[in-house]
Nanobody, 116 residues
């Protein structure tokens, strides 16, 4: 089992920045991919940014150039630096991890609200 705990959400004005962090515990050695998804009201959960096992990083087109994902080598934490935030970035952000057996793990989510 893997446990994921997010932190860092909040309210920010358009154009502002926030940094989300996710701390993993449990069977960390089983984690292959790790990253962030988000879900806005009335919409499906969508990929934001993801570290793949092979070292590649995936970003949603809507956040490229504004968001940066980082991870420590021990896979214990993954962070998402979000710059130039827009109202359409408002959502609950979920940390995600995928094990080598393709088991998905989710954090409890953290609310990000971009509003003036």
């Amino acid at each position: 089992q893997v446990q994921l705990v997010e932190s860092g959400g909040g309210l920010v004005q358009p154009g502002g920045s926030l940094r989300l962090s996710c701390a993993a515990s449990g069977r960390i050695s089983s984690i292959n991919d790790m990253g962030w998804y988000r879900q806005a009201p009335g919409k499906q959960r969508e990929l934001v940014a993801l570290f793949l096992k092979d070292g590649n990083i995936m970003y949603a087109d809507s956040v490229k150039g504004r968001f940066t994902i980082s991870r420590d080598n021990a896979k214990k934490t993954v962070s998402l630096q979000m710059n130039r935030l827009k109202p359409e970035d408002t959502a609950i952000y979920y940390c995600n991890a995928v094990s080598f057996l393709r088991v998905l793990y989710w954090g409890q989510g953290t609310q990000v609200t971009v509003s003036s």
